[in-house]
Nanobody, 124 residues
């Protein structure tokens, strides 16, 4: 049972930056993908960025040019660097893990493990 723990959320003004971290409780071997998702109040959870099993990365169009995803295998940690933050980026941010091949870490459905989330609040 892999546990994921997010951190790094907080309250910042628009235009500011945050870096979220997601630490896995153990080294993840084999094929997998990981993703960052967010959920704003009253809205559905949406994919923000993904680190795919082929080591490619992608970000949602709404955050392109502002957010980037990276991973440090030595630290079992996934990061989300968020720059030029906007009020509409406010929400709970979650990381998630899919084990095996064929995962779509841009889609919240089917992910195997989730963290409890970290809250990001952007004020105008």
């Amino acid at each position: 049972q892999v546990e994921l723990r997010e951190s790094g959320g907080g309250s910042v003004q628009a235009g500011g930056s945050l870096r979220l971290s997601c630490v896995a409780s153990e080294y993840i071997a084999g094929t997998y993908c990981m993703g960052w998702f967010r959920q704003a109040p009253g809205k559905e959870r949406e994919g923000v960025a993904a680190f795919d099993s082929d080591r490619t990365t992608s970000v949602a169009s709404s955050v392109k040019g502002r957010f980037s995803i990276s991973k440090d295998n030595a630290k079992n940690t996934l990061y989300l660097q968020m720059d030029s933050l906007k009020p509409e980026d406010t929400g709970m941010y979650y990381c998630a893990l899919y084990l095996g091949v064929g995962g779509n870490c841009k889609d919240s459905a089917g992910m195997d493990y989730w963290g409890k989330g970290t809250l990001v609040t952007i004020s105008s």
